[in-house]
């Protein structure tokens, strides 16, 4: 087996002296594992003290000329760097031992790289193949469980991007998610890499290590560097595989039988607190008569084709390397007619034009076709009766009002899908250019340009059609949304490398520049004839009622310029010492717009010292520090400017025509800045029994201050939102993160690795400006308008706020002597805790429900190799979360029941004290509450792949060299007690954790195919 | 190609310099960026168009959420005895709470309609402060004011008579300090009212070209001042204004049902309406949700469902009197526009007034976003001239107008001679009480009903067994928040 695996930013790492040329020799040699005996590709090879260098080839030779008492140095990630002298050697083979500790790695860091050993940050490095293992189409989706303090959530739509938070929520009304940095250029999403196109990915934690990305790395950074060719032969690679997607931990629903039961419990409930002119009678006379009725999940749902191939040619010589790749992804959706198609291209090309110069450039497209899913649809398979038939005998749609089972779920969902036809279609183009010059003895200059250019269409189309009462239209309407943004960035850092005797420096300062911009417009017609594949915009805008829109909100234009500069300094490898500063300008905050953004970081590394050398037992120890202050700048923009309102509701009706008004209703603070968090880190590595055993631990505290954070203002100032946001609140997570890992060979046929790791943080809003005022949130989901989350000093951000249940009413005698409203309360409903005793529940008697802030994530990730197969299983999972199931409790008249419900649910005295009746989603039982509170804590084998790779030889002489073959399962094993559908619930600050959506949990499994030519 | 080492190296040394202080240079301009997507509020208040926005943004408040919808039914109309709460039982029950008066500082109904009007004020005070320096047509400007004063002598007429004392902002505050203000003492507030309307009244037009219908008019000022008036029992001033709208020229509707249709927007008899329209692919501008609330529930079509007639409100019609059924819809009826109404609906009854006939109904829009709401009409003043009149002894001047309104409600009828015979009587009491009455059901469901008959002093002996309490529930409390808010500048009403 080869290795094929660089990173086109060593190369510099190597160049660390310009030496003057003397007699020159041809070196040439084979490079090979010392354990193993397999030759590794892409090994550099320097001569010491000068620029010149090389890489391995595809068979782990290289050539070069040498001076003949030159010093070879040979760099490999995973693997000790190896310096041998020439000695006027012709031919010089060298077998490298496998570090098996990550400690003498080469790392990624802001603007450079640096070995692992000599950083004083908490940084996290996952290679790209781990991340091209999994058959996601976010490359983001892959990371989780293998990070500590990591926390990845998948969850939302089928196919739209997971969420991401770096030890814990740091922002109440800023974006969570870090800032990621894709060969140089900033991002705030990667969905549109390829998984396979990704080299390694970086994710840097304590804010020494982001301090150098100062206004944009309070919520950590991850650095991607894609895929660059590697000198030497040209490899072809195919990967594809083929596979399928199906719903798991299916949540079971009521059938037609036991919801016409339940129904008819309902309207009695009705009744009873009804006036009695308006009493009803049962809506189902016969409930047996049902059946089963119609099972909608397995109605609308099915098992969805997946396949994905992809291409990649490399290789290149003295002056060049390239790499080129092209994916092609096919991947239905759960519900039927739901496709996905994205073609993604990578382009690498770097060029040696001379020995001091290199330029180069990387470039990402993508495509991407969407037959979208009806909004909503997934609301309605949980909503739909089973009493409805999908088609009657006639043929026509089963009508829910022929049922007069009224609101909520007033819709056939076959219907729904049958006329559904949304297109969503994606262009992106992003990439880079840059230059590398040495310009004098250790001192390189690089610039770099780069892009993101986007355009993302969406087209609604509705025919003229009449399937139910309420599902039908009279006339056909076309919407469109185009939205667009371009970003550019331009970087420039000078790089100076110093070393003297033991002591050793490098220093970068750099200088930078970008702008952001993003559009939107919206537009809608009436009476547009069909035109079904072609261009979006054919028969468009020749309809009537012809309307344009922009949302203000999603036009974007920003700016930022910055300096900045850093210093490694390391004596005798033992005692290490980063420092660096970053001055950040940015539009948003214009005229204050400047901030500085300080950070150091101190290392030991113990095992160094001469005292350490007699032991054998202890390989690695380095004990670690480091502070930082960093910002965050993706708060609501400008929010110290006052805007004109000019939103559609303030359009005014004169002479019956419409007058869009405009006018000012909001207050600003004075003065508002971006959020500035401090970040202390305290770690330890170590590495045990010649490095089989790795150990890092990391104490960590993050403290937001200046937190943009809104204080509720007084309502009789007439402002829109009632609130004044500005830098109000200080808020903290603090917490631990552990991984060990062993790896061992016990022999050549069998090697292995087990890495475990951990991260454990709590959260806490410290101090708010204006004291203990809550700000009330999470509505999504809720009925009548009630708030599920309460942000308050002293407690974590977004907690669960509401009654406490303390039991069911069984009997009118229990109602009539409680604290609750005898008017309104009656048997089956939740008793409420009166928190205050004072004899009546209000909204004095809420307390704090549940934690939506995950305390533990936690990952295990084991990897086995004998002879020719492979198997690696990737376990992963979450702890002390709180999510709140909202499902349950959102209700309109007579949507359908879960089993679990039905099974448990209160319908007369004795029958439960913890379920309520159906009149569950009513009244006051609908006001959040601890019934609707479950924990989210969730076990699961995230990925197992088990692969074979043919026998060597037998297939060289079809210019093979390698194939593999391979099965892949994800997400196959689930395990939690969460009574919804996944217990992996997203959300936005404040919202966070509640469960409205009932989107299904998925597994996928493929097989696959992997072909080195 | 050789490339001299020293000379690129001195090129791209220099570029990186050149570069930096190029940045350096523009460093000021660069990040000076316009917020994208708004206008700086600096940029507005300039030209006669920014002023012409700024009136449509007040107006258009009217038709939201809080200003048309549930917040009113709450407060100005389930204490009432015209109505129910209906929808299901459990359906938003905390309306039941303001029909059985026990809706606490913490109902969000509250803190909705007390923050529904001060945005409104907000609109109008925005206007009041800077549309005076703008350079534009002065007969415009003029105008723009006075309607200004209108709407914001509307919503304080609103919050008064929900709250009592009231925080009086006369000005958009300035600064924090501003904030934070007690309430005025309500005749204080009247005092505000009566002064803007009286301004208002004197620079507003009598009507409007085709393409302005919709501005509030002269007649619309007196018509509110004149209520005004009678909330506070001037009965002279009531029958001056109510008289000074009588000379205009509005006139009675012939046909009361059809009055309140979408086809008959603005008729003759129209003083004040709320202007709604369906904006077709725009249902965020469409946001009345003032139909949709109270239509029927169960067709599509209809609507929610709330604020429902009460057999009480039935039994106050006289017998045969034509108003019930254009008032009132029943459970399994067909529409006189023919929307068959099924038998299987929450309520047994729902309100005519805020319907509108399901054909109109577009997917994706509120259920009847296209319904004006009648605020002030002509038959409303000629009932306040009965009742000022007969308060002053003038029991003969009162029946005219009374008898005005009775003589179009029975127009149609056959045979007409049969029902609401003409009141006669000249007793001040029982003229008192047919007035009252007269009022109840020419007026019902148009969400007058509570206050008047708090302000008639007897809503002990209506509303007493639904547990109003003299002392308490003559004005709602403040909403809790904006209590806690205040810290202590605001005090709550007694009693709650």
């Known amino acids: ?1013 | 190609m050789k490339i001299s080492k020293k000379l690129l190296q001195k090129a791209l040394g220099l570029s990186f310099i050149a570069a930096i202080m190029i940045f350096q240079g523009c460093k000021k301009t660069f990040l000076d960026v316009n917020p994208a997507g708004n206008v700086a509020a600096t940029q507005f208040w300039k030209t006669q168009s920014d002023a012409t926005q700024a009136v449509s943004a007040m107006y258009a408040n009217l038709h939201e959420w809080t200003n048309i919808a549930f917040a009113p039914i709450a407060v100005e109309s389930m204490g009432s005895d015209d109505v129910n709460k209906g929808s299901t039982a459990a359906d938003a029950a905390f309306m039941n709470d303001f029909h059985n008066f026990s809706a606490s500082a913490g109902e969000g109904q509250i803190s909705d309609f007390w923050g529904g009007e001060y945005k409104t004020i907000n609109f109008a005070n925005q206007i009041l402060d800077n549309v005076p320096a703008i350079s534009m047509d002065a007969s415009l400007k003029s105008r723009y004011l006075a309607e200004a004063k209108f709407i914001r002598a509307w919503c304080y007429f609103r919050l008064v008579r929900a709250f009592g004392d009231v925080p009086l902002r006369l000005h958009v505050p300035k600064s924090a300090s501003e904030y934070n203000i007690p309430r005025t003492p309500k005749a204080q507030v009247w005092t505000a009212i009566e002064t803007d309307l009286t301004d208002a009244a004197g620079v507003l037009p009598q009507s409007y070209a085709a393409a302005d219908v919709g501005h509030v008019t002269k007649g619309a000022a007196l018509a509110l001042h004149a209520k005004a008036a009678l909330y506070q029992k001037k009965w002279a001033d009531v029958v001056n204004y109510t008289n000074q709208v009588m000379g205009l020229g509005y006139t009675l509707f012939t046909n009361y049902e059809k009055m309140f249709r979408t086809e008959n927007k603005n008729n003759s008899e129209s003083i004040f309406e709320i202007q709604c329209a369906l904006i077709p692919n725009n249902p965020n501008a469409s946001n009345s949700q003032y139909s949709q609330v109270q239509g029927v529930d169960g067709s599509t079509g209809g609507g929610w469902g709330f604020n429902v007639p009460s057999a009480s409100l039935v039994a106050a019609y006289e017998s045969g009197d034509p108003r019930k059924d254009a008032t009132i819809i029943f459970r399994g009826e067909t529409t006189p526009e023919g929307d068959v109404i099924p038998a299987t609906g929450n309520s047994t009854m729902y309100n005519q007034k805020s319907y509108v006939p399901f054909g109109l109904y577009v997917s994706g829009f509120n259920e009847g976003c296209q319904q004006n709401k009648i605020a002030l009409r002509y038959a409303d003043v000629l009932l306040m001239n009965a009742e000022a009149n007969n308060e002053m002894g003038n029991s003969a001047a009162a029946l005219i107008p009374l008898e005005q309104v009775r003589a179009r409600a029975r127009t149609g009828t056959s045979p007409a001679a049969n029902v609401l015979p003409k009141v006669t009587t000249t007793d001040q009491a029982a003229l008192r009480l047919a007035i009252y009455n007269e009022r109840r059901v020419e007026l019902a469901l148009e969400f007058d009903r509570y206050f008047d008959v708090i302000r008639q002093g007897r809503a002990k002996e209506l509303f007493g067994s639904r547990g109003w309490t003299t002392g308490k529930n003559e004005v709602w409390p403040l909403p809790q928040n904006e209590i806690d808010l205040s810290a202590g500048t605001l005090v709550q009403n007694p009693n709650y």
């Open chain 1, 1 to 1013: 087996m080869k290795r094929i695996f660089t990173i086109s930013g060593l190369v510099l790492f190597c160049f660390l002296f310009i030496n003057a040329a003397f007699a020159q020799t041809a070196v040439k040699g084979t490079v090979t594992d010392a354990t193993t005996g397999e030759t590794l590709i892409g090994v550099s090879v320097s001569i010491k003290g000068t620029t010149s260098g090389t890489q391995t080839d595809v068979n782990g030779t290289y050539t070069l000329t040498a001076p003949a008492g030159a010093v070879l140095t040979f760099t490999y990630i995973g693997y000790t760097t190896q310096s041998v002298p020439v000695n006027g050697q012709a031919l010089l083979n060298i077998k490298m031992l496998a570090s098996a500790s990550q400690l003498d790695q080469v790392v990624v860091i802001g603007y450079g790289v640096q070995r692992k050993i000599d950083n004083t940050g908490s940084t996290v490095a996952v290679k790209g193949t781990e991340i091209a293992k999994q058959a996601s189409t976010n490359p983001l989706s892959a990371l989780q469980g293998k990070v500590p303090g990591v926390n990845i959530i998948n969850s939302g739509s089928p196919g739209s991007s997971p969420q991401i938070s770096i030890r814990g929520l740091g922002t109440v009304y800023g974006n969570v998610s870090p800032l990621f940095v894709v060969d140089g250029v900033w991002y705030s999403d990667i969905s549109f890499l390829n998984n396979n196109d990704i080299e390694n990915v970086t994710v840097l934690k304590d804010a020494s290590s982001t301090a150098i990305y100062g206004i944009r790395a309070a919520n950590g950074v991850v650095l991607i560097t894609t895929k660059h060719g590697v000198k030497g032969r040209t490899v072809i690679n195919y990967n594809g595989y083929a596979g399928w997607q199906s719903v798991t931990n299916q949540v079971k629903m009521a059938n037609a039988t036991e919801y016409a039961t339940a129904i008819n419990e309902l309207v009695v409930y009705n009744n009873n607190i009804g006036d009695p002119a308006d009493a009803k009678p049962p809506l189902f006379a016969n409930p047996a008569s049902y059946g089963k009725g119609t099972d909608w999940y397995g109605q609308i749902l099915r098992n969805a084709f997946v396949t994905n191939h992809q291409v990649s040619i490399s290789g290149g010589n003295e002056k060049t390397t390239y790499e080129l790749s092209f994916g092609y992804l096919d991947q239905d959706g759960l519900v039927r007619n739901n496709n996905y198609k994205r073609y993604t291209l990578h382009i690498s090309n770097d060029f040696t034009p001379v020995k001091a110069l290199k330029i180069g450039y990387s470039a990402n497209g993508l495509y991407s076709i969407s037959n979208d899913p009806p909004g909503g649809i997934f609301h309605q398979l949980f909503s739909a009766s089973p009493t409805l038939p999908v088609f009657y005998a006639d043929g026509k749609y089963g009508d829910p009002a022929d049922y007069g089972t009224g609101n909520g779920n007033n819709f056939n969902p076959e219907a729904t899908l049958d006329f559904n036809n949304q297109r969503s279609v994606n262009h992106r183009l992003t990439g880079d250019v840059h230059a590398e010059l040495s310009i004098l003895k250790n001192l390189k200059f690089k610039t770099s340009f780069g892009g993101d250019i986007g355009q993302a269409e969406s087209r609604g189309f509705t025919p003229i059609y009449s399937a139910t009462a309420a599902q039908n239209s009279k006339n056909t309407s076309l919407d469109l949304a185009h939205t667009e943004n371009r970003n550019w960035i331009w970087e420039n850092t000078l790089t100076y490398d110093y070393k003297y005797k033991e002591h050793k420096l490098t220093a970068l300062v750099g200088y930078s520049a970008q702008n952001n911009s993003a559009y939107q417009r919206t537009a809608s017609a009436d009476n547009v004839p069909y035109a079904k594949n072609g261009n979006m915009y054919t028969s468009f805008p020749a309809g009537d009622s012809v309307s344009y829109a922009r949302d203000a909100g999603a036009q974007i234009h920003n700016r930022a310029l910055s300096q900045f500069a850093r210093v490694n300094y390391s004596f005798a490898d033992k005692y290490l010492l980063n420092a660096s500063i970053r001055h950040d300008g940015a539009s948003q905050f214009y005229p204050n717009p400047y901030g500085w953004f300080p950070s150091v970081g101190a290392g030991w590394v113990v095992t160094n010292e001469s005292f350490m050398k007699s032991q054998h037992f202890i390989d690695v120890l380095k004990l670690r520090g480091s502070f930082g202050k960093v910002g965050n700048s993706v708060v609501p923009i400008n929010p110290s400017v006052q805007t004109v309102a000019a939103d559609p509701y303030l359009t005014a009706i004169f002479g019956g025509v419409p007058v869009q008004g405009a006018s000012i209703n909001s207050i600003v603070p004075p003065v508002t800045v971006w959020e500035k968090a401090q970040g202390t880190d305290a770690g330890l590595e170590a590495g045990f029994l010649n490095n089989k055993l790795t150990f890092e631990a990391d104490y960590y505290i993050r403290k937001t201050e200046d937190a943009i954070f809104a204080i509720p203002v007084l309502a009789s100032i007439g402002t829109n939102s009632g609130s004044l946001i500005g830098n109000q609140a200080s808020i903290q997570n603090k917490g631990f993160e552990f991984s060990l890992t062993w790896k061992d060979s016990p022999n050549r046929d069998f090697s292995y690795s087990i890495s475990g790791n951990i991260g454990v943080n709590a959260n806490k809003v410290l101090t708010v400006q204006s004291g203990k005022n809550p700000i009330y949130s999470g509505g999504n989901g809720i009925a009548n308008g009630n708030l599920a989350t309460r942000t308050v000093v002293g407690e974590p951000i977004g907690e669960f706020y509401g009654y406490k249940v303390t039991g069911i009413f069984q009997t009118k005698a229990q109602v009539a002597a409680s604290a609750q409203k005898a008017t309104t309360a009656q048997p089956g409903d939740f008793i409420y805790q009166d928190t205050d005793h004072d004899g009546s529940i209000t909204s004095k008697d809420r307390v704090v429900l549940g934690n939506p802030n995950p305390k533990v994530n936690y990952g295990f990730n084991t990897s086995f190799t004998y002879k020719q197969f492979d198997l690696a299983i990737d376990m992963q999972g979450v702890a002390g979360v709180d999510v709140y199931n909202a499902n349950i409790g959102y209700r309109f008249g007579n949507e359908n029941f879960t089993q679990d419900f039905y099974d448990h649910r209160w319908h007369g005295a004795g029958t439960s004290n913890t379920y309520p009746s159906t009149f569950v989603g009513a009244n006051d039982n609908s006001k959040p509450n601890s019934f609707f509170v479950e924990s989210g804590a969730y076990f699961r084998v995230r990925n197992a792949q088990l692969g074979y790779t043919l026998p060597g030889n037998s297939l060289k002489k079809y210019g093979v060299q390698k194939i593999r073959f391979y099965a892949n399962a994800q997400n196959a094993i689930n395990i939690f007690g969460y009574k919804g559908f996944t217990p992996e619930i997203g959300g936005g600050v404040g919202s966070l954790g509640i469960d409205d959506s009932v989107y299904p949990l998925y597994a996928t499994y493929n097989f696959g195919v992997n072909v080195t030519f």
